[in-house]
Every structure is written in structure tokens, then in C-alpha cells.
């Protein structure tokens, strides 16, 4: 008989633990465990079943077992030992110095890294795609490093959606609610004598006398704290509490709260924690995408407000000093945009009383060329308030310079200040242990100093393929699970579902595709030419197989109907056994897919996947790439860590383009790929060993060759430790250089740089080049000859100390333009009265052909971090 009596209310009870075992709790409660195999595995030990029921989840392990259990493991010395054991290595790992403390004293005390998702652990389920991996693997590699980051973001009651398919293939999202006490978090609380002081509240004004209210969780990430705001708590009113209710989950005024909340309240609850602990103040702020841009403001709000307040000016150039933007959207349409009458509405309500709502509000104007006037653009506001920004891949950086160009009208897209660090992923989570084992120096603890990735060399070719082979197979075990799981949601009977248990084969190609599902990213491309890929899947000699995944946005139907339209293909009897989808797409999941590949695919639309990691992912585990150049790919694939696919780019209609790319990949596939794999040295090799016989296949040399070639080549390439690094060097450092200049002796050079600003700003609609003439050039100019060069320019109210002014010059196409530039500066040669004056200087004529150069002025301050950061030019 089935209970009728339901809970009104459930809470999950914390386990007490003996006094011998006590350390667990913290073992549990470090997600450090998520990437540290030796913690799982002690957990494990202490109940394998208990283990695999909690789904490798230390917190909830700890709650399935029983209290007379917990007593016999407290008085068994072994475990006790091993408990202990585990407890000191984790201090350890939490107390040593790490790479970043042998850069010295000058480098930043403290680093806030403000994101709106966090992707660590399926335990933790606060991300959604990319982002929010991207994320988590920047505060577990800046744990790794000893980067003292703290992370700042929302804490979502129900997460993002879990997807499940209807009978008809179309994608159902349900919202579990998650109860915050059976998460690795803590609650952070007032000081009180016993510790249970009353929970830590942050508070922002709304409209109509209302307040948003938040507490503050606390998750550790190895060394770095992770503070998330939470406003389902007592004391907000219905509207209040949903605030943090779903990631991503609504539009409008719901999303423009969740990032006054993250942006303003971050910083809040940021100072409450420092006061909390002691800590030091962040020296770098980094706004991970314009979510999380309303730092900005609550910053100035800060300067302005304090016992010797600075103006307006003076606090937007202290605050820009220390805060780095990253963008991570190549296309317009990726930037949340709100109604300039929205943010007007919630100012008003006091959220920076000391902040001139006009101001704000000019932060994210798009007051540009083909802008819109009464849009508020949260990543413009985020340029505006960070002066270092940055792309994630080389290309994302170009893509980004060129889109957001507009803000620094009369400058080549490759002076505007947004540079480029990289994407990484972070080792020790997406490398299988299987491959961890290879090499211990290199994925042990420490690992981070040697960077050995050369041992795959040093594996025979069986070895590697046996190993490549064994974690297909795990792959194979896991779809036919997953699969027989998600049919069985679908209103299947186990009746029917029999043929699950053959589907792949550990001897075929396997192929992953696996990721968000926006029509950009064209999950369907290979579905251009179905009895194409149907013949590719069923091929007699060398046969693919593939595995797919990927969540749809809920609002995006036609991401959706793109889910729909290659379930119902891989539903065919003829193929299923070959083409799988797999619902619910996360972390877990990806365990096993990235190492069970042997090919990983990516076939967005160029430019518009800004870096894209998944195939980093894959190659770590040994697994090539089978992708359009686009993102990482573009800077890093050399031609034997796997396949460029080509792009249509001969001004073709989106329907030839995707025809002509489908052409492409399939060609690819049949011709490259699959005989590669298969040892075959054409594309219909006879004799060759084939599915139908496993392990009578001998080892492709040359495939297994490019799988050592790819983990030697792009693991440091593509690790979250190269890429904190480059942060580090690039972006943090500088940053806070540049703050601590801005702020010392009560922020004189802020107050000099907004004073210097506000008069180049007036001053500059009067400067102009006024003629411009050249010396030394003959009648038949050579190269080497010398060219001096003279320009004569009005200032007026300007001294040339407060400009600098450049010769550009390069080889001129027929409409004049430059290309391929140098630029020299030309110095002050004489003062002509009535703020005249004659700027010269000496250049080599470099090049044959059309030579040409032009003159051109920009504002020069030593506190700028680039001439071009006030968006300032005058071109002669």
C-alpha cells in the first residue's frame, strides 16, 4: 500500500560524528575531495555500498550511515589512522606554500571573483554549461596554485533545470528543490560566544519600501571560500525570496535583481566576511561576464560614501584600477540588456544613495553608432568599469575588439583595449584516474611545479591502446545504463527495452558531442544528410558510433526542437545500436565521456564559440579533436592533435553554409577519421580487422601516435593552471599595481587622474593636427631610406606632456587604408605660441611598394593602461 501521508516541511539532520572520526566532516565538507581521488577513496572504503548509494556524495554518505556503524568505524584504529591520515594531508595541502607564494610580496593579497554560476560538483548543482565550469575550474586551479581568490555568486534553490525527454523526444525540465543543509555549505554567522550566533544578513532597497534580504552560505573549494547569497530566507516577502530561486530561470525585473544581488550584495557580503575573518580586503575584483557588473557601482557607493568621501570621478578611476572584466560572449544577443527605465527604477530606490542615478545609467548606454539610447548593456557597463578587459581565446579576442569597437570610435579594432587569456580546464577533475596513474608526479599533489607531459611517450603503444579501449568500454556500460533509464522516463516497459543492452561497441569509433544546446552550437549539423550519416554509422569495414548530450535553455525552442529532431533519428531500430542521446547532461556524466571518446566533435557556427573546453577535456584523456577552427581550437590545432573541419566562407546563405560543412565532416569522417582508427591505409582497406572482432584489431600506430602527440602537446596548453597563470601575470598583478597606486595617500592619483580626465575630456573637441609635411624623401624613395616627419597641432588649453603624439604608417591599399602598421611617437620639437606646437620625429621607410602614413594625437597619463582607454583620438 502506498503512504498518503506526505512532509509539509523537510530538513535534512546534520550527522554528529565520534570524537576519532570527527575529521570527516571536514573531508566531507572541502570539496577539495571532488578533484582529490586518495578523499573519495577513503570514503569508499569506509562503505563501498553506502558510497555508491549516496551517488559519491561525502555529505550524504556520512548521512546514510547508521549511528552503531559510526561507533564500530570510531573504535576500529585502522580507520581511525586512515581518517587522521587523510585530515593531515589536507591541512597540508591547505597550509604549504604554492607556486603563487614564490612571487613575493608585491603580488595581490586578495583576488574577489564575482561569477553568477559555479561549476564544481554535480554534489553542488549551481551551473549550467560552460560558464559556470569554466568557473569552478578557476577557483580549483587558483586552490592548486595557492591564488588567494575568494569566489562570489547566487546560491539557486532549485539549481538549473534536470532534463528529462517526453515519449515524442521533446525536453522536460523539473526543478528540485535543494535544501541547503545537506550541501557541502556552511551558513555564515554573527560572532557569538558559542558559535551559533544569529545567521549573517546582507540588505538592498527595492521600490516601494521594500528590501531584499540575503544570507550567505559558505562553500570551500581547497583553499579558496566561495561565498553564495541565498534570498529564500525569513523576512523577505514571497517576490523577495524566489529572487535566488533559479539559475538563469526568469527575464526582466527577476534577472536584473539576481545581478543587483550578486554585483552589489556580493560586495556586501565580501566586506562581512572580511570583518568575519580577519582577512585581507580584495586588492583585484574580476567580474566574470556583465552579470555580475553592479560591483562596480557598489564599489564607487563605498568611495563615496566613506568618512572622506571622493567625488564621482575620483571613484570611478579608483574603482576601474583594480576590477577586470572577462567577456565570454562573441554575438550581441549572448549580453543581458535591460531597459534604462528599469535600472532608473530600482537607483531610485537608494540601492547607492550617493551615486547620481545618471551616471549609472551612463555606464551601460549604448550612446554609440547603431546603439540603443534606452538599452542598458550589462557587459558595456562592464568595460566601462574595469580598465583591463579580456577575451577567452586569441580569436574571442579579435571577435571581441571588433564587436565592441563602437566604444572607442576612431581606433583600429586591434587598439582596443580587451587582450585575451585562454580558457583552461583544471587537470586533476577531468583526467580519468585511469591516465592519473600513468604519471603520479605529474597529477599528484604538487603536480603543478613539474608540468612532465611527456610521459605518454613513455607508455608503449599497446599499453595506451589497451588503456584507450578499456575506457571505451566504460563509456559503452555507462550509455547502455543511462540510456535503459532515460527510455524507461519515457513510458517504456523493461519489456521492451532489451536491445539496450547491446548498444556501441567497444571495438568501433566512438565520437562525443556534448554541450549546450543554442542553435549556434548546431547539434544537428551532422543530421544534414541522414542516409549519409546512417551509412557512416552502419559502414562494413571502419563504423562510427556516437554519444550525445546537451541541455536546452527553457525558453529556447528551437534548441529544443533541434534535441527532438536527432532523438527521434537515434530512436530508429536500424541505428540505435550506434547513436545514442543521453538526457540531463552534467559533471558526472562527462566523467566518463571524456575519457570513453576517441574522437571529440564541435561544430559551431565561426566565430561564435568564444573558447569552448569540452575538447580540451577530451584531449587531456588521450582523445582527439574533430572540430570547425573556432575558439581554442582556432590557436591550437597543429595538424596532428586531430582534424580541421573547413568553413564555408564564400559569402554562402546559412542553409549552403551548413551543406557545405556537413559535406565536409562527413567527407572527414569517411575518408580520415574512421580509417585512421582502424588502421586502414585507404579509406576501403580489405583485410582490415573490423568491429565484429574484438581485440583482433592491431594497433593503429599512427592514430596512437597522435594521441601521445595531443596529451604531450595541449595538456599544459590547455590546463587551468597555465591559465591562472597568465591571469596572474597579465591581468591580477597589473591591476593591483595600478589599485594601490590609485588609492595610496587617500587616493591622490585617482583625485589627479578624474581631475586630468574631466580636463581632457573638455578640452579635447578643440585639438586638431593642423598640417602635417615630411623631410628627407627623394624623388625615388628606397628602403632604409629615413623619413622625417613634422606635425604641426593645435592643443590649445593642453600642454604636450598631457598627449602623445604618433606617426602610423604601413603599406597603403588603394583606399588609403594602412595595413600592416607601425607606430612611433613623434616628440614636442618647439612651442609656437597660442597653444600651437610642432611635434617631430624620424621614421624608416621599411617596406617596397605603397608606402603611406598618417598623424594622429591621443591623451597620455601614466596611470592609463592603455592610450586608447579613454575611447580619445584626433587622426589628421
Known sequence: MVSQVKAIRRITVRTVLPESIRPLARLATNLRWSWHRPTRELFEWLNADLWAESDSDPVTFLSL??????????????????????????????????????????????????????????????????????????????????????????LYQAGYFKQSLSRDAWQQETYPVLDPDGLPLTLLREPSPDGNGTPLQIALPLPDGRRLLAHVWRADVGRVPLLLLDSDVPGNDDAARSITDRLYGGGGDH?????????????????????????????????????????????????????????????????????????????????DRFETSQIQHFFEAGLAPDVPVAKILDLGREDFVDGNPFVFNMAVMGLRLAQRANGVAKLHGVVSRGMFSALWPGFDHSEVPITSVTN????????????????????????????????????????????????????????????????????????????????????????????????????????????????????????????????????????????????????????????????????????????????????????????????MKAALNGSLNLSVMDGWWDEMYDGENGWAIPTANNDA????????????????????????????????????????QPGAQKVPTHWVSMIKH????????????????????????PAAIAGRQANADNYAQAKTLAAWTSRIRAAWPQIQVENVDSVGVSEDPQIGDLLQVNAYVALNDLTPEDVCVEVAYGRAEDNDELVDVTVAELKAAEDLGKGRHLFSGTLVIDRSGSFGYTVRILPKHTALASMAELGLIVNA
Open 424 to 615: 583552461g580546464v583544471h587537470v586533476p577533475t577531468w583526467v580519468d584516474p585511469r591516465i592519473a596513474q600513468l604519471s603520479p608526479d605529474l597529477f599528484g599533489a604538487g603536480a603543478e611545479a613539474k608540468e612532465d607531459w611527456d610521459f605518454a611517450y613513455r607508455i608503449s603503444d599497446e599499453d595506451l591502446w589497451a588503456l584507450r579501449r578499456e575506457m571505451r568500454m566504460s563509456l559503452v556500460e555507462d550509455v547502455r545504463r543511462r540510456l535503459r533509464s532515460a527510455w524507461k522516463k519515457r513510458g517504456a516497459a523493461d519489456a521492451e527495452l532489451a536491445w539496450t543492452d547491446s548498444v556501441l561497441d567497444p571495438d568501433v569509433l566512438t565520437i562525443g558531442f556534448a554541450r549546450r544546446v543554442p542553435t549556434y552550437k548546431r547539434l544537428t549539423l551532422m543530421l544534414r544528410d541522414p542516409a549519409r550519416l546512417k551509412a557512416l554509422l552502419l559502414h562494413k569495414t571502419h563504423p562510427i558510433q556516437l554519444v550525445i548530450a546537451g541541455k536546452s535553455h527553457p525558453a529556447d525552442d528551437a534548441g529544443k526542437k533541434m534535441i527532438q529532431d536527432l532523438v527521434r533519428f537515434t530512436d530508429d531500430p536500424e541505428v540505435r545500436h550506434r547513436i545514442a542521446f543521453l538526457p540531463n547532461y552534467d559533471i558526472a556524466m562527462a566523467r566518463t565521456l571524456f575519457p570513453g571518446t576517441d574522437v571529440w566533435l564541435n561544430n559551431p557556427l565561426r566565430p561564435l564559440e568564444a573558447c569552448g573546453t569540452s575538447g
Open 653 to 692: 546563405s546559412p542553409e549552403e553554409r551548413d551543406d557545405i560543412e556537413a559535406a565536409a565532416l562527413y567527407e572527414l569522417l569517411e575518408t580520415q577519421v574512421a580509417p585512421k582508427f582502424y588502421g586502414l591505409t585507404v579509406s576501403h582497406g580489405a583485410g582490415a580487422a573490423g568491429p565484429s
Open 255 to 335: 534577472r536584473l535583481q539576481q545581478e543587483l544581488l550578486l554585483g552589489m550584495g556580493g560586495v556586501k557580503a565580501l566586506r562581512a566576511f572580511q570583518k568575519l575573518t580577519g582577512g585581507p580586503a580584495p586588492e583585484v575584483f574580476h567580474t566574470n561576464e556583465g552579470h555580475a557588473g553592479f560591483l562596480g557601482v557598489e564599489r564607487i557607493q563605498e568611495m563615496m560614501s566613506a568618512a572622506n568621501p571622493l567625488t564621482w570621478e575620483e571613484a570611478l578611476a579608483a574603482g576601474r584600477a583594480s576590477t577586470v572584466f572577462t567577456t565570454h560572449t562573441p554575438v550581441p544577443a549572448g549580453i
Open 710 to 733: 595531443t596529451m604531450s602537446h595541449l595538456g599544459p596548453a590547455v590546463s587551468a593552471d597555465r591559465m591562472l597563470k597568465d591571469y596572474v601575470n597579465v591581468l591580477y598583478r
Open 65 to 154: 550511515v547508521s549511528r552503531e556503524e559510526l561507533q564500530r568505524l570510531a573504535a576500529d584504529q585502522d580507520v581511525v589512522k586512515r581518517v587522521h591520515a587523510a585530515a593531515a594531508d589536507l591541512d597540508q595541502y591547505l597550509e604549504q606554500p604554492r607556486w603563487y607564494q614564490s612571487l613575493g610580496d608585491g603580488a595581490p593579497s586578495c583576488i574577489a571573483y564575482f561569477s553568477p554560476e559555479f561549476g564544481i560538483t554535480e554534489v553542488l548543482p549551481q551551473y549550467s554549461g560552460g560558464l559556470g565550469i569554466l568557473a569552478g575550474d578557476h577557483l580549483k586551479a587558483a586552490s592548486d596554485l595557492g591564488v588567494p581568490l575568494i569566489g562570489v555568486g547566487l
